[in-house]
Structure formats: C-alpha cells, structure tokens
T-cell receptor, first 108, second 116 residues
Framework: TQLLEQSPQFLSIQEGENLTVYCNSSSVFSSLQWYRQEPGEGPVLLVTVVTGGEVKKLKRLTFQFGDARKDSSLHITAAQTGDTGLYLCAVRRGKLIFGQGTELSVKP | DAGVIQSPRHEVTEMGQEVTLRCKPISGHNSLFWYRQTMMRGLELLIYFNNNVPIDDSGMPEDRFSAKMPNASFSTLKIQPSEPRDSAVYFC??????????????FGPGTRLTVT
C-alpha cells in the first residue's frame, strides 16, 4: 500500500484548460511538498505546505493542504504546454517519500 | 551555482558487468541522497548520507548495490554484478538539513542505466 496516492495517474488536456490533481493519504503529515519533473530532468521543488487549510499560489498554480493535513491538491489555471511534466507530492517520514506522480500532458 | 552533477548521463552495459554512477552534490550541502526511478515503482530512495555518513540504506535492493561518500563533494553508487532489472534512472540529490521539519532536495539530471 502506497503512503501517498496521487490521482489521476495520467492527464492529457488542451492548452488553456484548468485542471486539478490530488495527493491523498490516511496519515497526518507535518508538511507536504510538491515537485515537478520535466522529461529528462530531475524533480524540482514547487512548494512546501505546512499548515492545515493552507493555500499557496505560484503564478497559475494553486496548492492547498487539507484541513486535517492528510491530503493536498494542485490546481492549474489556463494550462500551458510548459506545464507538461510529472507532478510529485512528497512527505517526510524520516526520509522523503514520494507519491507515484501525475503525468500531465498539455497539448497546443 | 552548478547544481548537482551526475555522470554519466547514460550508461548501457551487459548483464554481469560492474556499473559505477557518480555524483557531485551542491557545495555546502550536508546531505546526499540516491534515488531510483522506474515506471513501475516510481521514485524510491536507495540510501542517504548526512555529513558523509550513511544514515539509512534500507532502500538498497540487495548486496549487489553499494554506495560510498569519501568526502563532502563526491559520492558513488556501484552495482556489481548488474542485472537487467536494474535498468532505471538513478538520481542523486543533495540538501542542507538544519533540523527544520521540511527541507528542499536539489536533484541532479539523473543517469539512465540500461542493462542488457
């Protein structure tokens, strides 16, 4: 059983559409991170959320940490082709543990 | 800043051969991590070092895998003998861990290993 369940696993949309991806768990975490991995590169940290209910915005990306600190969502407004990549959530349990990721493809 | 440097970027080898992957972490970072990424299993932590000392190697698959960090600016991951199921992308990452509840890991570009 995965500690972090990410959904959907794959998502293909047209440029300009909005989308939301999810990271869920039955465990409570003190913080949660979102990374983006572009093809042929390593993951890059986008944001860290630490407070239940916290909302952080990074340009067109909105991250929310669930009130109970068990889950998180990433919403992208007006997706662009440059948003294409693998979106990973991660939590620290001694070491950093990653979800399986959501593979996003934004087509022109 | 140069970021985390990994070499080689691609490695193709035959089953049974020894493979050595190399990593130079970001200067000033005190922790280094080796990950393996596959479609089936995602991103898995193999081992991590703090101040050049191995802290958690519970993710190392078996005795065929070994990792060293002889100094703060260099680490190796060795597979001997290699097997086709070792084919994956191997990432090295580094961080400066202070004891805060969260920290950023900086990943290298990865080494794509293919064992035939």
């Amino acid at each position: 059983t995965q500690l972090l369940e990410q959904s959907p696993q794959f998502l293909s949309i047209q440029e300009g559409e909005n989308l939301t991806v999810y990271c869920n768990s039955s465990s409570v975490f003190s913080s949660l991170q979102w990374y983006r991995q572009e093809p042929g590169e390593g993951p890059v940290l986008l944001v860290t959320v630490v407070t239940g209910g916290e909302v952080k915005k990074l340009k067109r990306l909105t991250f929310q940490f669930g009130d109970a600190r068990k889950d998180s969502s990433l919403h992208i407004t007006a997706a662009q082709t440059g948003d294409t990549g693998l979106y990973l959530c991660a939590v620290r349990r001694g070491k950093l543990i990653f979800g399986q990721g959501t593979e996003l493809s934004v087509k022109p | 800043d140069a970021g985390v440097i990994q070499s080689p970027r691609h490695e193709v080898t035959e089953m049974g051969q020894e493979v050595t992957l190399r990593c130079k972490p970001i200067s000033g970072h005190n922790s280094l991590f080796w990950y393996r990424q596959t479609m089936m299993r995602g991103l898995e932590l193999l081992i991590y070092f703090n101040n050049n000392v191995p802290i958690d190697d519970s993710g190392m698959p078996e005795d065929r895998f070994s990792a060293k960090m002889p100094n703060a600016s260099f680490s190796t991951l060795k597979i001997q003998p290699s097997e086709p199921r070792d084919s994956a992308v191997y990432f090295c990452a580094s961080s400066f861990i202070t004891g805060a509840p969260s920290y950023e890991q900086y990943f290298g570009p990865g080494t794509r290993l293919t064992v035939t």
